[in-house]
């Protein structure tokens, strides 16, 4: 920097009278409207090599005491107290020592700091945009030119006003040399007629250059715009081609694909539709001998009933056959029978004499009807399982009015662990065990056995599941949680260390999977296993899970505590039931009761709307590790550590059946209409069967 204003190189105290005499001229100083003069006013410096006029002189305290000029970086000295350039210190700082030109008293770098408010004061100065100065020879000095930039900037706001400034002086873009400089407010309307405006090839060789119109008249004749307008619709017409030929062979590939996928259904339904019409006629071939048997079991009956009759006292006959009947029982006067077996299927076959059709005569009773509790059976060599062939298939509804029993009907066989999960969608049945293996099992065709394995699903046990129409989520000891596509049985997704410990119970609401393990309840998003939420406030391990679709709230089982969640977001805890009971291994819902396995041994439970504690179902030897409602929410199966399967009447709060069929420990249980499907640590899926029982009360 340099001082433009020799009055400013004086002694301190003639330096202070310039300063004085410099504002009082500046002040008087006007305007010459003429446009030839000059309004000269003292006070300027070029930085950087750019001219600075200030407005107002600098006062003597924003000068720099070595250099004389307006300080830069100004630091100050904590020693003498004065204020320098931080570059005049610098280079006047020899061997880290330098002296105050006023005092004579030395300093180091380390005694000086920067001296923020006059550094503001200066940065705060105002001066003239340099596009509105000219150098005048004559006074020694920059002056302000009328026809420029009138506008005052503070010194710190410079750069950013004359990087902008209308009045800069900017080249023209076509040829300085031959056009010189403009100001930027006048610059496009020169380049808009620039004598000197090139071809827009000349970057490709041509030389023309003249006006804009003489330009746009020269391109249509231009041999190199003839080429290049050849060269650009050949390379459009390539373009062209190419996306059509992209586009056509993508088409071909999901042409090709469903193909395949159609034949491949094709093929899967054909063979399917082989077994089954294989399975109906050897199930009707048996039928056929089974009846031709019955048929003759019946008559042999018949000829040694008559013998009977004719050797009883009072005299009995036969009454006539109804036209269904296959076996008689005897009555005796009193109406009282003889032999009644559990078999009947229809009406006695005697009648007392003198009874005849609808005639006169006083008769007994009628006989009682029973619908047999021993139907034919049929051994399945691919599952070991017992098919009944005599009952009809379809939804049979648990009643209170009508009385029912579970038979086992069958064991599927095949897993070669501990079977710990059993899921369902649909007719199939998805079972899972303790060494990562995941089997598929036909609910509506029993017979058929296991119809495909997953074999390596996990590289540790299963302990979850979970399965819609498109996807079956799969989760377990090795901390990953899988998805696969039901249709194929194909990895779709997986999200690895998901957790930091075993992850006990997954479930599907709406387009979000929760998944729980020791202290954690996880939300993802079910099309892709992206995390989406943590569950907070929880404590222990979460074993089990269900979502109320009524109330949308998702309720979660740990140790003395269920927690009801909102199953859509953000999640909120809304509810917190405090139990005392230990560990929560298994929860359901009904329309009255949220009903809790503990490791108690028993099952507890709770008003669903008050949360209030209602009473417990005691009966099992071993915690409750699983549980299920049936179709129509009035019984509660269980499964228990104990080997047992039991059936509860929630209305009654009753015990109403017991199921002893497992050598071990009962982990899941399933139930689907009129089958109930329970896995266990003896490595077996047991299938068990509601029959009807015939109400007796009425008759």
Known sequence: MRI??????????????????????????????????????????????????????PLESQLCLFCKNVLRDPVLSIKCGHTFCRTCCEARLVDNSCKCPVEETEFTRETLVVNVALASQISSLLIFCRYGLRNNEALGEWSVEPQGCRQTIRLGERDSHESKCDFARLPCPNDESKC??????????????????????????????????????????????????????????????????????????????????????????????????MSILGQLEETRHELQRVSEHSADLEDRLNAVAKSLPGGYRIRNRDSTSSVAALVTENGSSYGASPMLTHRSLLEEPGASG?????????????????PRVERSRNSSLLAVAAVPRGPVYW??????????????????????????????????????????????????????????????????????????????????????????????????????????????VGRFLFSTSHSKIKVWEIRTLQHKHT????????????????????????????????????????????????????????????????????????????????????????????????????????????????????????????LQRHESCVNTVLVRNDLLFSGSDDKEIKVFKLFRMQDYSAS
């Not at 930027?184 to 970057?203: F, G, I, M, Q, Y």
């Not at 008769?363 to 029973?370: A, D, E, F, I, N």
């Not at 740990?558 to 230990?582: C, L, Q, Y």
Request: glycine share 8%.
């Open 535 to 658: 569950l907070q406030g929880l404590h222990h391990r979460v074993r089990a899970l269900v979502y109320d679709r009524k109330r949308e709230k998702v309720y979660s089982g740990s140790h003395n505590v269920i927690h009801v969640w909102d199953a859509v977001e953000p999640f909120s805890m809304t509810a917190r039931i405090d139990t005392k009971f230990g560990s929560i291994y298994s929860i359901v819902l009904t329309k009255r009761y949220i009903a809790t396995g503990t490791y108690n041994r028993n099952v507890h439970l709770y008003d669903v709307e008050t949360h209030e504690y209602k009473h417990a179902l005691s009966g099992h030897l071993g915690a409750v590790a699983t549980m299920a409602t049936s179709p129509t929410g009035s019984f509660l199966v269980t499964g228990s550590h104990d080997s047992t399967v039991q059936i509860w009447d929630l209305e009654k709060a009753l015990p109403y059946q017991i």
């Open 358 to 374: 609808g005639g006169g005569g006083a008769t007994g009773p009628p006989p009682l009807q029973r619908t047999s509790s021993n």
């Open 399 to 508: 009643e209170h009015r009508m009385p029912f029993k579970f038979k086992c009907i069958g064991t599927f066989k095949g897993h070669d662990h501990t079977v710990w999960k059993l899921a369902s969608h649909g007719s199939t049945l998805y079972s899972a065990d303790g060494k990562g293996t995941v089997k598929l099992w036909d609910m509506e065709a029993l017979l058929r056995g296991c119809v495909h394995t997953i074999p390596v699903a996990h590289t540790e046990a299963i302990l979850a599941m979970a399965a819609n129409s498109d996807l079956l989520f799969t989760a377990g000891s090795d901390l990953t949680i899988a998805s696969w596509d039901c249709r194929t049985l194909k990895k779709v997704h997986s999200a690895k260390d998901a957790h930091e410990d075993d992850i006990d119970s997954l479930l599907i």
């Open 4 to 57: 433009l204003l020799p009055e400013q190189q004086g002694g301190a105290s003639d330096q202070s009278m310039a300063t004085a005499q410099s504002r009082d001229r500046s002040s008087a100083l006007s305007l010459d409207e003429s446009g030839g003069s000059f309004l000269a006013i003292p006070g300027g410096l070029v930085i950087d090599d750019k001219p600075v006029k200030f407005v107002q002189p």
């Open 180 to 277: 010189g400089t403009f100001q930027r407010n006048h610059l496009e309307s020169h380049v808009a007629k620039c004598p000197n405006t090139p071809c827009p090839n000349a970057d490709k060789g041509c030389v023309f250059r003249g006006d804009p119109d003489s330009v746009a008249q020269h391109r249509r004749i231009c041999s190199l715009s003839l080429e290049l307008n050849s060269s650009e619709k050949v390379r459009d017409a390539l373009g062209k081609l190419l996306e059509s030929h992209q586009e056509l062979h993508g088409k071909h590939d999901k042409l090709k694909r469903e193909f395949e996928a159609l034949s491949t259904q094709h093929k899967n339904d054909h063979s399917k539709w082989a077994q089954e019409r």
